[in-house]
């Protein structure tokens, strides 16, 4: 199966288009989720040690996103394939995962000092062994 035997997915399983959209979109560094953090942190230490690296980096980042969107219209959007009519939507175990996961997600775009008062010891610590 191919990415095109599956379209139109939202219509039948709007819980898991909503996180994969979510998990994409924190993949991809949306502001106020978690993966924002992480490539700004990245982008900002990179840019002062060598821009036009940065600069590579960045336009990457844009090919992720064509290819995310992409993957995402592809899947979620346009009319139900045959193929996805009896799709199931997230089973209530599957919602026991994905709900704590996606707080998550939204608890350290929003808060990341929390995470790093956690590791910052461990950090220090390596960075002074590879300096």
Not at 54 to 64: E, K, P, Q
Not at 86 to 92: I, R
Not at 94 to 116: D, N, R, S, W, Y
């Amino acid at each position: 199966r191919g990415i095109n035997d599956f379209g139109g997915l939202m219509q039948c399983t709007p819980l898991l288009c909503g996180w994969m959209s979510v998990a994409m979109f924190s993949s991809l560094g949306l502001p106020g989720l978690n993966g924002f953090i992480g490539e700004f942190l990245i982008f900002k230490a990179s840019f002062a040690m060598a821009a036009s690296f940065t600069a590579v980096a960045v336009i990457g980042l844009l090919v992720t996103a064509i290819a995310f969107m992409r993957a995402m219209q592809s899947l979620f959007s346009g009319p139900l394939a045959e193929s996805c009519t009896a799709f199931p939507d997230l089973l209530q175990s599957e919602k026991f995962v994905v709900i704590p996961v996606t707080l998550l997600m939204f608890a350290i775009g929003i808060a990341p000092q929390f995470v790093f008062n956690i590791f910052n010891t461990t950090v220090v610590q390596m960075a002074r062994l590879f300096a």
